[in-house]
């Protein structure tokens, strides 16, 4: 069965094992979370610590020959407002501007409806699986009218910061491309400012930052605290997502 647009996508077992390729995929993360997520064995992991032109410098410095495919995982803005945190988005296609990047690689389809199946430790629920377009921009999407104006514009499922960056490296190269992400902040809620602005220059999250913010205006606590937790069970919903990547066994594409 295959997923997504672009070229077809058959699992590891319809093909020989002696044509398999063994090169790592490339694996593209905003957050040093993610990252940390990520990595194993099969992977080259790196981490744009939400910087658009960190990650295209770390890109250029890259050899795409070794690589047998781009993968964007990590966490997302949600625009779809029937999206709720840990929702899973597997993109069909990334949209930047007027330029549309279609997923020619995809995760095995029977996985991910496994994945459905399961329910979350954290929420108690199954956890929920959808195909659909991620929006690509530069700087962070973080009002509610904002995110509502660009499903409008896009009809995207979701927002981030990496995937339009990472499938243009995988079209000039002429790789296959993925894209997995699980909604962070749902459309319904505002990122704080505050939380933008607390990135490392590593990825992690500066919380000397976030405290010295919140002395300065404790009326921020409140919307820092449902970010927190809308991250926290993000990440855990990432976690469950990571066997995915195992091995890159369930990335195999049609000609390997």
Same mark, same amino acid.
């Given at each position: 069965?295959?997923?997504? +647009? !672009?070229? $077809?996508?058959?699992?590891? #077992?319809?093909?020989?094992?002696? /044509?398999?390729?063994?090169?790592?995929?490339?694996?593209? &993360?905003?957050?040093?979370?993610?990252? %940390? *997520?990520?990595?194993?064995?099969?992977?080259?992991? *790196?981490?744009? /610590? /939400?910087?658009? #032109?960190?990650?295209?410098?770390?890109?250029?410095?890259?050899? /795409?020959?070794?690589?047998?495919?781009?993968?964007?995982?990590?966490?997302?803005?949600?625009?779809?407002?029937?999206? =709720?945190?840990?929702?899973?988005?597997?993109?069909?296609?990334?949209? +930047?501007?007027? &330029? %549309?990047?279609?997923?020619?690689?995809?995760?095995?389809?029977?996985?991910?409806?496994?994945? $459905?199946? =399961?329910?979350?430790?954290? &929420?108690?629920?199954?956890? =929920?699986?959808?195909?659909?377009?991620?929006? !690509?921009?530069? %700087?962070?999407?973080?009002?509610?009218?904002?995110?509502?104006?660009?499903?409008?514009?896009?009809?995207?499922?979701?927002?981030?910061?990496?995937?339009?960056? $990472?499938?243009?490296? +995988?079209?000039?190269?002429?790789?296959?491309?993925?894209?997995?992400?699980?909604?962070?902040?749902? $459309?319904?809620? +505002?990122?704080?400012?505050?939380? #933008?602005?607390? *990135?490392?220059?590593?990825?992690?999250?500066?919380?000397?930052?976030?405290? =010295?913010?919140?002395?300065?205006?404790?009326?921020?606590?409140?919307?820092?605290?449902?970010?927190?937790?809308?991250?926290?069970?993000?990440?855990?919903?990432?976690? !469950?997502?990571?066997?995915?990547?195992?091995?890159?066994?369930?990335?195999?594409?049609?000609?390997?």
């Amino acid at each position: 069965m295959t997923l997504g +647009a !672009g070229a $077809a996508v058959t699992v590891r #077992q319809s093909i020989g094992e002696d /044509s398999i390729d063994r090169r790592p995929v490339l694996i593209v &993360t905003g957050l040093a979370q993610e990252a %940390r *997520i990520a990595a194993g064995p099969g992977m080259i992991v *790196i981490c744009s /610590s /939400s910087d658009p #032109q960190q990650l295209r410098a770390l890109l250029s410095t890259l050899d /795409s020959s070794t690589f047998r495919g781009v993968v964007s995982f990590g966490v997302a803005g949600g625009l779809d407002p029937s999206l =709720r945190t840990g929702d899973v988005v597997v993109a069909t296609e990334v949209m +930047a501007g007027d &330029t %549309r990047f279609l997923a020619d690689m995809a995760l095995n389809e029977e996985m991910i409806a496994g994945a $459905a199946l =399961r329910r979350s430790r954290v &929420t108690r629920r199954r956890r =929920r699986v959808v195909r659909g377009c991620l929006a !690509g921009v530069e %700087r962070v999407v973080a009002a509610r009218a904002c995110k509502a104006a660009l499903h409008s514009e896009t009809g995207a499922a979701a927002v981030d910061m990496e995937s339009h960056i $990472a499938a243009a490296y +995988a079209a000039q190269a002429g790789i296959p491309f993925a894209a997995l992400r699980v909604i962070s902040d749902p $459309a319904h809620r +505002a990122l704080p400012e505050l939380a #933008q602005n607390a *990135i490392k220059p590593n990825g992690d999250v500066c919380l000397r930052t976030i405290m =010295r913010g919140v002395v300065r205006n404790p009326m921020t606590l409140s919307a820092l605290v449902s970010t927190g937790i809308d991250f926290n069970r993000a990440l855990r919903s990432l976690r !469950g997502c990571r066997e995915f990547l195992v091995g890159g066994e369930s990335l195999v594409t049609a000609n390997a």
